[in-house]
T-cell receptor
Framework: DAGITQSPRHKVTETGTPVTLRCHQT?????MYWYRQDPGHGLRLIHY???????DKGEVSDGYSVSRSKTEDFLLTLESATSSQTSVYFC???????????????FGAGSRLTVL | DAKTTQPNSMESNEEEPVHLPCNHS???????IHWYRQLPSQGPEYVIH???SNVNNRMASLAIAEDRKSSTLILHRATLRDAAVYYC????????????FGQGTRLTINP
């Protein structure tokens, strides 16, 4: 599936525990993104990366941190999970603006996180 | 901040055309308009994109208003496999590139 995998695919955890979601790509793409998907809100950008060790906040970054120590991996960490972070998390990758002018994203299959 | 709005749901019949609207009144002159769709239990997938001109590909057509404050994704002949959630998005070029999505339209296709 276009060389992007997310792990774990499902996780149940308790409030206050740390959680790390991993996104791994084999496409050598520059850009990587973390979105969360919730009913009524669609896809909201949490954090994104435009290169190794280059990251920035999205629209819903509070309570989340990210790291990208190598091109292929982008980690999303919830330092102390809360019930409001129960969601489906999608990683996406892109090569950036190509000749068509489009920054086409390829998404992973998603990670469903439940915080009790 | 950039914002897109879409109807929550739409319904159509098989083999009929479907027009999915999106409003993006805050779009800047350099932002591309993207459409993605999400089939059940899958991640979103790219459908089409455009800047100012109407665009066609094998999946769909994209009609962009002259003032670029709205766009319409057109499925010319819907099939049951087109039932999905369709997302409109801004591609913000300024600074590090990112896409900002709307809340999506759930499309139901009746046989």
């Amino acid at each position: 599936d276009a060389g992007i995998t997310q792990s774990p695919r499902h996780k149940v955890t308790e409030t206050g525990t740390p959680v790390t979601l991993r996104c791994h790509q084999t496409e050598n793409h520059r850009y990587m993104y973390w979105y969360r998907q919730d009913p009524g809100h669609g896809l909201r950008l949490i954090h994104y990366s435009y290169g190794v060790k280059d990251t920035d906040k999205g629209e819903v970054s509070d309570g989340y941190s990210v790291s990208r120590s190598k091109t292929e991996d982008f980690l999303l960490t919830l330092e102390s999970a809360t019930s409001s972070q129960t969601s489906v998390y999608f990683c996406a990758i892109s090569a950036g603006t190509g000749s068509s002018g489009a920054n086409v994203l390829t998404f992973g299959a998603g990670s469903r996180l439940t915080v009790l | 901040d950039a914002k897109t709005t879409q109807p929550n749901s739409m319904e159509s019949n098989e083999e009929e055309p479907v027009h999915l609207p999106c409003n993006h009144s805050t779009i800047s002159g350099t932002d591309y308009i993207h459409w993605y769709r999400q089939l059940p239990s899958q991640g979103p997938e790219y459908v089409i994109h455009g800047l100012t001109s109407n665009v066609n590909n094998r999946m769909a057509s994209l009609a962009i208003a002259e003032d670029r404050k709205s766009s319409t994704l057109i499925l010319h002949r819907a099939t049951l496999r087109d039932a999905a959630v369709y997302y409109c998005a801004h591609h913000i070029i300024q600074g590090a590139q990112k896409l900002v999505f709307g809340q999506g339209t759930r499309l139901t296709i009746n046989p």
